[in-house]
């Protein structure tokens, strides 16, 4: 959830973690902060409510000198938005600074106890009470400040990720990190440390990424140190990452996300880069290759994700049991980890997630880890914790999506389950070979019919002006487009702040047409495929109510076009690809109606990119 950067070298801390909080800022807005020890040795914090750029207006003219420092963008999980919230955190005597992305669940008990050892609280966060409590620990026991986390860590039940500086070791920083991700960038004699790469790649490619209750020891001039709680060494396993400075910013346009929905066409080409063959005939994923047997043996799938990636993972169903003839769940994340799943080992579960360090996905593949089940991860985050944890699996390749609202990362994960299902079908024998090279054919023509989608952004930008009155919308879809229905009314939901909702088309009858009136606005994914007539009646029934229908058709569609009150025409496409198509509208529709509502399109209230905690 919320975004940590540190720096430890030569430089000046304080505009390098600035740049590094505007990379994180997608992980939370809420608030900002940063700590430094000055070159007069003095422990400065300095935080506010809002955005960096507040935070930036907020130190004009105050001491930022230091070549060392840690920052913090907020998103609130204990205590609202305010500056006293805002991280970092100060322990009582001011000689230590905390940041923290995470939960601390017991941090009400540990601070009723530090309470009533005299201890003040300035803040209602769970975070304080541990900055608090490492200085209780440190300065009771006379210990080294590593040892004083390792204890106070060993008290603590929750996720977090740390980063702690001490006013008297100016030349050092802790940090660690369990079920909350960390790098710890290597530099030319300096370090660097985030909640992810992206504020690292512009100054070094080389990085560790920490494992669960590892905790680092970051000291200028020396060796990285990564111990375990109790204190046992390990020889850190720095690994390259290859980031793309230029899919960071903008590139010119407004926002990230209008970018990343236009990139599209190249992200869905980079995705299948090296797994479809120069004849657009074959498709092959060396996942499958290699662990061929668990997967061609499975009795049952079971995808488990959250948000858009569980919208992914419908498509994933439709796909594996159309194609390969074998049962699929799809679950939850969130519910699967709690509702005690019965899991065996001829069952694989595939994790899909974005950042590859979604709280439920990681604890769900967890748990069915734990049982025996073999696990396939989908993600797009290279080096995050689901790869890391999981058996095998595949990453979609489309580069780091900053807008909060995911747009480029569905279609890459559909693109990935497409390719998975076509590729286990074939070695199964389960679908013929002219049905899998036609699939295959279209497959690669995805990206220039996405292009041809993207060429309506100006009329559906024109469009989009006439709905910014609506309070709902209803989205309706049938077999392969239903789970496009449920995306185009999440996305709409996210950013433009229109109550909507995704339903089969068929289940209209059964309650959502009572809503239907002629200040309704119903978004109908109606290209032509095997559903055709079926949803072709649901519009004449919307249209006997007066409800206003927006229809995506397939090109030339001469029917609907005549009955819907606006058409979004797309290019005729397999029914099973048909996502990869009809999603683009959607998105643009819902882009250009929160613009045009005044709304932060990238930084939507109340969410954050990567949800890290439950």
């Given amino acids: 959830m919320c975004g940590i950067v540190g720096y430890i070298g030569k430089k000046n801390a304080y505009p390098i973690l600035i740049k590094g909080l505007k990379r994180l800022e997608y992980r939370g807005y809420d608030s900002a902060g940063v700590a430094l020890i000055s070159e007069r040795q003095q422990l400065n914090v300095y935080k506010t409510k809002g955005k960096v750029s507040e935070l930036e207006d907020f130190v004009a003219n105050k001491d930022i000198s230091g070549n060392i420092g840690i920052a913090h963008t907020r998103w609130a999980t204990h205590g609202e938005p305010c500056s006293a919230n805002a991280h970092p955190h100060y322990s009582s005597s001011e000689t230590l600074a905390l940041i923290h992305n995470g939960i601390i669940e017991n941090y009400a008990v540990l601070k009723e106890k530090l309470q009533a050892k005299g201890y003040e609280f300035r803040s209602s966060t769970d975070t304080e009470v541990l900055a608090q409590l490492i200085e209780y620990i440190k300065i009771t026991n006379n210990l080294s400040l590593l040892s004083a986390v390792q204890l106070a860590l060993s008290e603590v039940i929750g996720a977090y990720a740390i980063a702690v500086l001490e006013k008297d070791h100016p030349d050092e920083i802790i940090a660690a990190r369990k079920s909350s991700p960390l790098v710890v960038g290597i530099g030319e004699n300096e370090f660097f440390l985030a909640s992810d790469a992206t504020p690292i790649v512009e100054y070094t490619d080389k990085v560790v990424y920490l494992e669960d209750e590892e905790i680092a020891v970051i000291r200028r001039g020396r060796d990285l140190k990564v111990v375990d709680p109790n204190n046992v060494e390990s020889t850190p396993e720095v690994k390259q990452v290859v980031m793309n400075i230029g899919q960071l910013e903008k590139g010119g346009y407004p926002h990230f996300m209008l970018k990343e929905i236009m990139e599209q066409p190249n992200c869905i080409y980079d995705c299948m880069r090296g797994r479809i063959n120069v004849e657009a005939n074959h498709v092959v994923l060396s996942a499958v290759i290699d662990y061929k047997e668990k997967l061609l043996n499975a009795k049952r799938f079971i995808i488990v994700a959250c948000g858009t990636s569980w919208h992914a993972g419908l498509i994933g169903k439709r796909l594996i049991e159309s194609f390969c003839r074998i049962p699929v769940e799809v679950e939850y994340a969130s519910e699967f980890r709690y509702r005690d799943p019965v899991i065996d080992k001829s069952d694989v579960v ?265």
Avoid: W
Wanted: net charge negative; proline share 4%; with cysteine.
């Fill in 350 to 614: 595939i994790a899909i997630s974005q950042s590859g360090e979604t709280a439920d996905t990681l604890a769900a593949v967890e748990l069915a880890k734990s049982r025996g089940a073999f696990i396939y991860g989908i993600c797009n985050s290279v080096g995050s914790s689901i790869p890391r944890i999981t058996h095998t699996g595949s990453y979609i390749h489309v580069g780091p999506e900053i807008g909060v609202a995911s747009t480029k990362a569905f279609t890459g994960q559909v693109t990935v389950l497409v390719m998975l299902a076509l590729t286990l079908a074939k070695e199964k024998g389960t679908i013929g070979n002219e049905e899998y090279m036609e699939i295959v054919k279209e497959l690669s023509l995805i990206p220039e019919k996405m292009k041809e989608v993207l060429k309506l952004n100006d009329s559906i930008a024109e469009l989009s002006k006439i709905f910014t009155y609506a309070h709902n919308f209803i989205y309706l879809g049938r077999g392969y487009s239903y789970p496009v229905a449920l995306e185009g009314a999440l996305k709409l939901k996210e950013i433009s702040y229109i109550h909507a909702e995704g339903y089969p088309a068929a289940e209209m009858k059964h309650g959502p047409i009572a809503l239907i009136d002629a200040e309704m606005p119903v978004v109908v994914i109606a290209t032509q495929n095997g559903l055709y007539e079926k949803v072709l009646s649901n519009i004449q029934e919307i249209k006997a109510r007066k409800g206003k229908v927006i229809a995506v058709v397939t090109k030339g569609d001469g029917i609907i076009s005549k009955i819907a009150d606006y058409c979004i025409e797309v290019p005729v496409s397999m029914e099973c690809l048909d996502p990869l198509i009809a999603t683009v509208p959607v998105q643009l529709l819902s882009y250009h109606v929160a613009v045009c509502k005044g709304m932060d399109v990238d930084q939507p209230r109340n969410l954050a990119k990567s949800v890290t905690v439950e």
